[in-house]
């Protein structure tokens, strides 16, 4: 995966960064405390070891932000260092050092006698290179959830899109029928009903998910138009256990259930027909189930409705849902189990 | 007679106010205007209730109505496609305010209102039992074993003991047969039972949603939730 460089450290937090290094150059000179010059050397090396992160971090990001690669890093990183820790010992060498030492000490010493301060800094780069590859993963991994989220988004509301157009144009051929069918108390109010329908979905919420409630008042208002169309053939019992009222539900999960129960359960027959919808729970999950008389309905003629609750509840709550249709006891059934959420944020909002 | 003004600016819909108010027999229509300054012409001793379209080019239907000296206003029904007026047509003291396009029943109930407002309703002794008629044969139905009634097409569905019966009847010619101290109008397709109300929640429009003791589950609309808020007041 390509990082993004942009993503870089404060040079402040660069610098905290640095400090668990210099613990471990601290617990190192625990052994030459008993030598009082040695120990000199050793807060001479944390001290300049302090200085030195602070041009050698900009200079690592400067590197990391141009895009450099990991090779080029180290052929620059690794001669900066090396340089700054020859400084560090011609300085020792010269102020701290005593007269012996100083007879003592030659080129070997002051080019290769690095210890305590090369390595601290390559470990610096290191730990520096690790932080900042490890922000970038982040960001890409936030930017890719965005991503898939944003997809999901679209989906979903594709999705609920593919619901209204049909039933729209189902309902304007229907009081076209009555217009010409010259009933005209029946048309108006067909059109009444089309009305709230449409008023209650234009007030959508933002989100993919409301009330229960809400979804009661939504799938009435729909039904207010199919109660029109069938008249006294149409019973509708809706069903809630105490305190599910404020669970949440995908919007419009409803919708397409009833009208497949109305099309496959109702509307074929002549006698009179109960769609039962209950909403019932346990504060772990939701049960929502649909049912209508009928039992001769095939899974087949639920088609896109079923469909696009399926793949909306997909969306939702992958691996978290379950959703059996089939007839039961007499009747055809669709039953759905769904994560138990209460909506406090929406009724804090309607106060 | 209650006389009435229609006040929208565009004539396919004031005609299809004049045609609702025709039937009524109680009713003469004595103005129409099509716009705010007419309506802001309008005064009580002249024209008992206004029907106002509250979307008009220049002069809206509120601000006609807020140019006419308060106690010279006549009753106002307001006409409205969105429903983003409540709190101003509450301070103008509208008797109800009726979404388009126009519900039969919704209209009849508003005149309802006017007429209660006017002192003209005649409420008749609240009704014991219902005469329910299957073929040839007359079932009694008690008023106290109801829990809710529900609109159904020309009918109305009685839920009692389980049951439901069917009765030629709007609900708005059954509610002022029932006791309004005990059974409430929640909806344009339903009256319940006040004592029956388990659950009532908020919906952000500002409608609701009731829960009745035996599960059932309703929708309360804005236009009856201070009525309905009152009488469960009174139930605690």
């Known amino acids: 995966m390509r990082v993004d460089r942009s993503v870089t450290l404060s040079p402040a937090m660069a610098w905290v960064a640095g400090l668990p290094i210099l613990g ?5 000179s625990l052994p030459a405390l008993a030598d009082e010059r040695v120990l000199a050397f050793r807060l001479f090396y944390a001290v300049a070891y302090l200085f030195w992160i602070v041009p050698l971090g900009w200079l690592q990001r400067w590197l990391w932000r141009r895009g450099a690669g990991w090779w ?45 301060c090369w390595l601290a800094l390559i470990a610096f780069c290191g730990f520096q290179a690790i932080v900042l590859h490890r922000a970038a993963l982040a960001l890409e991994g936030e930017r890719l959830h965005q991503a898939a989220q944003a997809a999901r988004d679209a989906e979903l509301r594709a999705l609920r899109y593919q619901l209204q157009p049909h039933f729209l144009f189902n309902t304007l051929n229907a ?111 939701l ?54 959420v209460v909506a406090t944020t929406l009724t804090e909002a309607a106060a | 007679m209650i006389r ?86 509450f301070e103008l003291e509208a008797v109800d305010y009726l979404l388009k396009p126009i519900d039969d029943e919704r209209f009849a109930e508003a005149l309802e209102r006017v007429r209660r407002k006017l002192g003209h309703e005649v409420r008749p002794v609240p009704a014991e039992r219902f005469a329910i008629r299957i073929g040839a044969r007359l079932s009694f139905v008690e008023v106290n074993a109801v829990t809710w009634i529900e609109a159904d097409g020309d009918y109305a569905a009685l839920h009692a003991d389980g049951q439901r019966h069917l009765l030629r009847e709007s609900l708005q010619e059954l509610s002022r047969k029932l006791d309004p101290a005990r059974f409430l109008r929640v909806h344009r397709s339903a009256i319940v039972r006040v004592d029956q109300i388990a659950e009532m929640l908020p919906r952000p429009n500002r409608d609701a949603v009731l829960r009745l003791r035996d599960g059932t589950t309703l929708r309360a609309s804005r236009t009856y939730i201070d009525a309905l808020m009152a009488a469960l007041n009174r139930v605690a």
């Open chain 1, 24 to 28: 471990c150059m601290m617990v190192m």
């Open chain 2, 4 to 89: 009435v003004a229609v006040v929208d600016d565009e004539p396919l819909a004031r005609s299809g106010v004049l045609a609702r108010l025709r039937v009524e027999p109680d009713v003469t229509v004595v103005g129409e205007c099509s716009d705010g300054h007419g309506l802001a012409a309008l005064r009580r001793d002249r024209v008992d209730v206004a029907i106002v379209d509250v979307q008009m080019p220049g002069l809206n239907g509120l601000d006609g109505l807020a140019a006419i000296p308060r106690d010279e206003r006549p009753l106002a029904v307001l006409l409205t496609a969105h429903d983003s007026f409540a709190i101003r047509a």
């Open chain 1, 175 to 285: 009081i076209s029928a009555l217009v010409h069918d010259d009933r005209p108390r029946d048309a108006t109010r067909m059109i009444a009903r089309l009305g709230d329908f449409l008023r209650t979905t234009l007030e959508e919420t933002p989100g993919h998910e409301h009330t229960v409630a809400d979804e009661i008042a939504l799938t009435a208002a729909y039904l207010d138009i199919e109660k029109a169309r069938l008249g006294e053939r149409l019973h509708i019992e809706t069903y809630t256990a105490p305190g599910t009222l404020e669970a949440r539900v995908p919007y419009l999960l409803l919708q397409p259930l009833v009208e497949n129960a109305v099309r496959h359960g109702i509307a074929p027959r002549t006698v009179p027909g109960t769609i039962a919808i209950r909403f019932e729970g346990d504060g772990h999950e």
């Open chain 1, 287 to 340: 049960r929502v189930s649909v049912a209508n008389d009928a039992t001769d309905v095939t899974e087949g003629a639920m088609g896109v409705g079923l469909a696009n609750v399926r793949a909306r509840l997909e969306a939702l709550y992958p691996d978290n849902h379950h959703i059996v249709v089939g007839p039961e006891s007499g009747r055809w059934r669709v039953r759905i189990t769904l994560p138990w």
């Open chain 1, 72 to 116: 080029a890093m180290a052929g620059v990183l690794l001669p900066v260092t090396y340089a700054m820790s020859v400084g560090n010992a011609l300085l020792a060498l010269t102020f701290i050092a005593s007269e012996k030492m100083r007879a003592q000490a030659g080129v070997a010493w002051i080019f290769g006698g690095l210890d305590g």
